[in-house]
Nanobody, 115 residues
Framework: VQLQASGGGSVQAGGSLSLSCAAS????????LAWHRQAPGKQRDLVAA???????NYADSVKGRFTISRDGTENTLLLQMNSLKPEDTAVYYC??????????WGQGTQVTVSS
Protein backbone atom coordinates (compact mmCIF):
# COMPACT_ATOMS: atom_id res chain seq x y z
CA VAL A 1 0.00 0.00 0.00
CA GLN A 2 1.26 3.45 -0.89
CA LEU A 3 -0.02 6.65 0.68
CA GLN A 4 0.77 10.06 -0.81
CA ALA A 5 -0.01 13.07 1.38
CA SER A 6 -0.39 16.58 0.01
CA GLY A 7 -1.99 19.92 0.74
CA GLY A 8 0.23 21.32 3.46
CA GLY A 9 1.44 24.88 3.43
CA SER A 10 1.63 28.12 5.34
CA VAL A 11 -1.36 30.05 6.59
CA GLN A 12 -2.14 32.73 9.13
CA ALA A 13 -3.96 31.96 12.34
CA GLY A 14 -7.67 31.63 11.73
CA GLY A 15 -7.16 30.34 8.22
CA SER A 16 -7.96 26.98 6.65
CA LEU A 17 -6.10 24.20 4.89
CA SER A 18 -7.19 20.93 3.40
CA LEU A 19 -4.93 17.88 3.45
CA SER A 20 -5.27 14.91 1.11
CA CYS A 21 -3.82 11.42 1.27
CA ALA A 22 -4.12 9.37 -1.90
CA ALA A 23 -4.14 5.60 -1.40
CA SER A 24 -3.00 3.01 -3.94
CA UNK A 25 -6.05 0.86 -3.18
CA UNK A 26 -9.68 1.41 -2.38
CA UNK A 27 -9.94 3.83 0.52
CA UNK A 28 -12.89 1.87 1.87
CA UNK A 29 -10.82 -1.32 2.14
CA UNK A 30 -8.97 0.02 5.16
CA UNK A 31 -10.33 -0.74 8.62
CA UNK A 32 -8.73 2.33 10.12
CA LEU A 33 -7.53 5.62 8.62
CA ALA A 34 -6.01 8.47 10.52
CA TRP A 35 -4.06 11.69 10.47
CA HIS A 36 -1.25 12.18 12.95
CA ARG A 37 1.04 15.14 13.49
CA GLN A 38 4.47 15.72 14.90
CA ALA A 39 5.77 19.10 16.00
CA PRO A 40 9.54 19.70 16.37
CA GLY A 41 10.86 18.03 19.50
CA LYS A 42 7.55 16.36 20.28
CA GLN A 43 6.09 12.91 19.80
CA ARG A 44 3.75 12.01 16.98
CA ASP A 45 0.13 12.37 18.10
CA LEU A 46 -3.17 11.21 16.70
CA VAL A 47 -5.22 14.10 15.29
CA ALA A 48 -8.25 12.41 13.75
CA ALA A 49 -9.34 8.93 12.77
CA UNK A 50 -12.12 7.26 10.82
CA UNK A 51 -13.07 3.58 10.74
CA UNK A 52 -14.41 1.52 7.86
CA UNK A 53 -17.91 1.99 9.33
CA UNK A 54 -17.53 5.75 9.24
CA UNK A 55 -17.04 6.36 12.95
CA UNK A 56 -14.76 9.30 13.65
CA ASN A 57 -12.61 10.34 16.56
CA TYR A 58 -10.71 13.58 17.16
CA ALA A 59 -8.08 14.83 19.53
CA ASP A 60 -9.61 17.28 22.01
CA SER A 61 -7.39 20.05 20.67
CA VAL A 62 -8.94 19.90 17.19
CA LYS A 63 -12.58 19.02 17.93
CA GLY A 64 -14.94 21.39 16.19
CA ARG A 65 -12.19 22.71 13.89
CA PHE A 66 -10.98 19.68 11.92
CA THR A 67 -13.01 17.20 9.89
CA ILE A 68 -11.78 13.84 8.61
CA SER A 69 -13.48 12.18 5.66
CA ARG A 70 -12.98 9.76 2.77
CA ASP A 71 -13.47 10.31 -0.94
CA GLY A 72 -14.21 6.98 -2.59
CA THR A 73 -14.08 8.42 -6.10
CA GLU A 74 -10.47 9.52 -5.67
CA ASN A 75 -9.49 6.88 -3.05
CA THR A 76 -8.40 9.73 -0.83
CA LEU A 77 -8.38 10.46 2.87
CA LEU A 78 -9.11 14.11 3.61
CA LEU A 79 -8.57 16.43 6.55
CA GLN A 80 -10.29 19.81 6.48
CA MET A 81 -8.66 22.13 8.98
CA ASN A 82 -10.42 25.37 9.92
CA SER A 83 -9.68 28.07 12.48
CA LEU A 84 -6.05 27.07 12.48
CA LYS A 85 -3.86 28.04 15.42
CA PRO A 86 -0.06 28.40 15.69
CA GLU A 87 -0.03 25.28 17.87
CA ASP A 88 -1.34 23.29 14.90
CA THR A 89 2.05 23.75 13.24
CA ALA A 90 3.53 20.31 12.60
CA VAL A 91 4.28 17.71 9.99
CA TYR A 92 1.07 15.83 9.29
CA TYR A 93 1.13 12.13 8.41
CA CYS A 94 -1.62 9.92 7.06
CA UNK A 95 -1.92 6.36 8.28
CA UNK A 96 -3.94 3.40 7.07
CA UNK A 97 -4.47 -0.04 8.56
CA UNK A 98 -5.87 -3.17 6.98
CA UNK A 99 -5.56 -6.74 8.31
CA UNK A 100 -4.47 -7.70 4.78
CA UNK A 101 -1.83 -5.05 4.13
CA UNK A 102 -0.90 -4.09 7.69
CA UNK A 103 -0.04 -0.58 8.81
CA UNK A 104 1.06 2.00 6.23
CA TRP A 105 2.23 5.61 6.50
CA GLY A 106 2.40 8.52 4.10
CA GLN A 107 5.50 10.67 3.79
CA GLY A 108 4.24 13.68 5.75
CA THR A 109 3.27 17.19 4.75
CA GLN A 110 4.26 20.39 6.57
CA VAL A 111 1.61 22.70 8.00
CA THR A 112 2.79 26.05 9.34
CA VAL A 113 0.42 28.48 11.06
CA SER A 114 1.70 31.96 11.85
CA SER A 115 0.24 34.28 14.46
Amino acid sequence: VQLQASGGGSVQAGGSLSLSCAASGSIFSFHFLAWHRQAPGKQRDLVAAITNTGNTNYADSVKGRFTISRDGTENTLLLQMNSLKPEDTAVYYCNAYSPYSGNSWGQGTQVTVSS
